[in-house]
């Protein structure tokens, strides 16, 4: 007779599964709105439209944190990953106007560690509490085989809404418009198979400093959610344009939200370039053209405005916690010519 086999046995342990899901309610349960209809652990995730909206517009981004998993690995360190995850979606539909409504996440592994997979999970609550929104569902996927041991993947889904006249997409921006730049918190979650090349050929462990604080914690520093401070920045005033940026840098991302008939005239002095990219730029011998077309080198998102806004907008921004400069201005753009020029 053959004998009787388990899928516990092939690999994949359905009572951590269940273990994970009761573990990871009370996160959940602190990020839930009122328009949140059921909890975890259902087929679907269920979730109303807010009845403030007159002609709501549905905004969905999905993306992943990418290989600065690796460092979260070696660091043995999950607490913040799960930031960065709910960051990269969240700041992508929040550049259209949208108001986040709610999360989704997808953990995926060779073997279920419950309380490494908790970690990354209590992560991904806490960017839905700083970006006001519910984690109302998600996966877990224990797929023996798949990954190495320790490992682990993670893709991110949210959704948020707008009024239909309220969208923003940089159609209005016009010549002498000013371009204002809000910090980033560090690399974010961008350019680090650059990054973790550069620390490898220079030998960087857990005690290597970086000034008086260590370089891995700067370099896992979670990605700074930008929600309420734009939200309430898109209420008080006319936003034209919004530009997360991501991977491409100023480089790519700032063009993006542009008509062609203007370009942005940007002053790489106008900022305070954090040490992370010199020591970056330096220790890996980088121009500074691929600096500014792979990291953020210290502006996380870029915001237009017409110049009579100006002011306003960064005391506002300001009161809300971030870190702002003017960085530049919206100039008519020849033919032919570039849609930045960063000077």
């Given at each position: 007779?053959?004998?009787?086999?388990?899928?516990?046995?092939?690999?994949?342990?359905?009572?951590?599964?269940?273990?994970?899901?009761?573990?990871?309610?009370?996160?959940?349960?602190?990020t839930?709105?009122?328009?949140a209809?059921?909890?975890?652990?259902?087929?679907?995730?269920?979730?109303?439209?807010?009845?403030?909206?007159?002609?709501?517009?549905?905004?969905?981004?999905?993306?992943?944190?990418?290989?600065?998993?690796?460092?979260?690995?070696?660091?043995?360190?999950?607490?913040?990953?799960?930031?960065?995850?709910?960051?990269?979606?969240?700041?992508?539909?929040?550049?259209?106007?949208?108001?986040?409504?709610?999360?989704?996440?997808?953990?995926?592994?060779?073997?279920?560690?419950?309380?490494?997979?908790?970690?990354?999970?209590?992560?991904?609550?806490?960017?839905?509490?700083?970006?006001?929104?519910?984690?109302?569902?998600?996966?877990?996927?224990?797929?023996?085989?798949?990954?190495?041991?320790?490992?682990?993947?993670?893709a991110?889904?949210?959704?948020?809404?707008?009024?239909?006249?309220?969208?923003?997409?940089?159609?209005?921006?016009?010549?002498q418009?000013?371009?204002?730049g809000?910090?980033s918190?560090?690399?974010?979650?961008?350019?680090?198979?650059?990054?973790?090349?550069?620390?490898?050929?220079?030998?960087?462990?857990?005690?290597?400093?970086?000034?008086?604080?260590?370089?891995?914690?700067?370099v896992?520093?979670?990605?700074?959610?930008?929600?309420?401070s734009?939200?309430?920045?898109?209420?008080?005033?006319?936003?034209?344009?919004?530009?997360?940026?991501?991977?491409?840098?100023?480089?790519?991302?700032?063009?993006?939200?542009l008509?062609?008939?203007?370009?942005?005239?940007?002053?790489?002095?106008?900022?305070?370039?954090?040490?992370?990219?010199d020591?970056?730029?330096?220790?890996?011998?980088?121009?500074?053209?691929?600096?500014?077309?792979?990291?953020?080198?210290?502006?996380?998102?870029?915001?237009?405005?017409?110049?009579?806004?100006?002011?306003?907008?960064?005391?506002?921004?300001?009161?809300?916690?971030?870190?702002?400069?003017?960085?530049?201005?919206?100039?008519?753009?020849?033919?032919?010519?570039?849609?930045?020029?960063?000077d």
């Amino acid at each position: 007779m053959t004998p009787q086999t388990s899928y516990r046995e092939a690999g994949v342990d359905i009572d951590a599964g269940n273990r994970l899901i009761e573990k990871i309610k009370p996160f959940a349960q602190r990020t839930l709105r009122q328009e949140a209809l059921g909890g975890i652990g259902g087929f679907g995730a269920l979730f109303e439209v807010p009845k403030k909206y007159r002609q709501p517009i549905l905004v969905s981004g999905t993306d992943g944190v990418g290989t600065k998993l690796k460092l979260a690995f070696q660091s043995n360190r999950h607490d913040t990953i799960g930031i960065d995850l709910v960051a990269m979606s969240v700041n992508d539909i929040l550049v259209q106007g949208a108001e986040p409504l709610f999360f989704l996440d997808y953990f995926a592994c060779g073997k279920l560690d419950v309380e490494t997979a908790a970690q990354v999970i209590q992560g991904i609550a806490k960017g839905c509490e700083q970006a006001g929104c519910a984690l109302i569902g998600g996966e877990t996927a224990e797929m023996p085989g798949m990954y190495p041991e320790g490992e682990y993947d993670l893709a991110g889904f949210a959704v948020g809404v707008v009024e239909k006249d309220r969208i923003i997409d940089g159609r209005q921006i016009t010549d002498q418009d000013l371009v204002l730049g809000i910090a980033s918190s560090g690399a974010h979650a961008n350019g680090f198979s650059l990054i973790r090349k550069i620390l490898t050929q220079h030998a960087v462990d857990a005690d290597t400093q970086l000034g008086d604080v260590k370089l891995l914690d700067i370099v896992l520093a979670p990605t700074r959610i930008y929600a309420k401070s734009l939200l309430a920045l898109i209420q008080a005033l006319p936003v034209k344009g919004l530009a997360h940026i991501t991977g491409g840098g100023l480089l790519e991302n700032v063009p993006r939200i542009l008509p062609e008939t203007v370009m942005a005239h940007v002053d790489r002095r106008s900022w305070v370039r954090p040490p992370l990219f010199d020591w970056l730029q330096q220790h890996g011998n980088v121009a500074e053209e691929e600096m500014l077309r792979v990291f953020n080198c210290g502006i996380g998102m870029v915001v237009i405005v017409a110049p009579e806004h100006g002011r306003t907008a960064i005391d506002i921004l300001r009161a809300n916690g971030e870190t702002v400069w003017q960085i530049g201005t919206i100039q008519r753009r020849e033919s032919g010519a570039c849609a930045i020029a960063i000077d």
